[in-house]
């Protein structure tokens, strides 16, 4: 059983910068913002939406594992993730 529990996952329209946690690039127009319980602390953060895909899309099952915040790249906003 993992600690990670989702509450929120929508896509919106920053109206501030913000940090993404997967690469740790400024996001300053459109973010999935996430709301979410990891071993049992309420958490939230900014995702760019190629950053979501690609977490989703990641080998190491770290979407209900966890990741070390800004330590990945982020893909080509352009190109598909497999």
Same mark, same amino acid.
């Given at each position: 059983?993992?600690?990670?529990?989702?509450?929120?996952? !929508?896509?919106?329209?920053?109206? !501030?910068?913000?940090?993404?946690?997967?690469?740790?690039?400024?996001?300053?127009?459109?973010?999935?913002?996430?709301?979410?319980?990891?071993?049992?602390?309420?958490?939230?953060?900014?995702?760019?939406?190629?950053? =979501?895909?690609?977490?989703?899309?990641?080998?190491?099952?770290?979407?209900? =594992?966890?990741?070390?915040?800004?330590?990945?790249?982020?893909?080509?906003?352009? !190109? =598909?993730?497999?």
């Amino acid at each position: 059983m993992s600690g990670f529990e989702s509450l929120t996952e !929508k896509v919106v329209n920053v109206r !501030k910068p913000h940090k993404c946690i997967w690469c740790g690039e400024m996001i300053e127009t459109k973010a999935v913002y996430r709301s979410y319980i990891w071993q049992g602390d309420f958490n939230s953060d900014y995702l760019h939406p190629e950053c =979501e895909k690609a977490m989703r899309a990641d080998d190491d099952d770290v979407y209900d =594992e966890g990741f070390m915040p800004h330590m990945n790249d982020r893909p080509h906003p352009n !190109k =598909e993730t497999p």
